[in-house]
C-alpha cells in the first residue's frame, strides 16, 4: 500500500513558476514509476509526465514538453514537478500517482495508488 499526498499548488500569473510535490509513505517507493496526471474542469484526466523507478527515464505530455520538469528523490520517498512558463490553460487539478510498472507507463489504467490532487491555477 502506497499513500501518497500532494502540495505546492496555488494561484500564479501566465508566466510564472510552481514546483509540486508528491510525498510518498511506506518502504517501495523506489520500487514504483511515478506520474504526474491533470484534469481541468470539464475535461477528461490526461497524463503529464512519467518517471521510471531510477529517475532515469521521464517522458511528457506535448503540451508541457519544455516547460515542465519531472524529477525524484527516493532517499526522501518524494516526486517533484517543477512548471515554468505557466499558461492559463494550465488550470487544472494536478495528481500523482504510482505505478508497479517500475519502467514507467503512459497508460492511466496502470497507475495503482493516487493522490487527492492539489489545484493549479494560472491567471492571464
Known amino acids: 500500500q502506497v499513500q501518497l499526498v500532494e502540495s505546492g499548488g496555488g494561484l500564479v500569473q501566465a508566466g510564472g513558476s510552481l514546483r509540486l510535490s508528491c510525498a510518498a509513505s511506506?518502504?517501495?517507493?523506489?520500487?514504483?514509476?511515478m506520474g504526474w496526471f491533470r484534469q481541468a474542469p470539464g475535461k477528461e484526466r490526461e497524463l503529464v509526465a512519467t518517471i521510471n523507478w531510477s529517475g532515469g527515464t521521464t517522458a511528457y505530455a506535448d503540451s508541457v514538453q519544455g516547460r515542465f520538469t519531472i524529477s525524484r528523490d527516493n532517499a526522501k520517498n518524494t516526486v517533484y514537478l517543477q512548471m515554468d512558463s505557466l499558461k492559463p490553460e494550465d488550470t487544472a487539478v494536478y495528481y500523482c500517482?504510482?505505478?508497479?510498472?517500475?519502467?514507467?507507463?503512459?497508460?492511466?489504467?496502470?497507475?495503482?495508488?493516487w493522490g487527492q490532487g492539489t489545484q493549479v491555477t494560472v491567471s492571464s
Open positions: 500517482a504510482a505505478s508497479s510498472k517500475r519502467w514507467g507507463t503512459v497508460k492511466m489504467d496502470e497507475y495503482d495508488y
Open positions: 511506506g518502504r517501495t517507493f523506489s520500487t514504483y514509476a
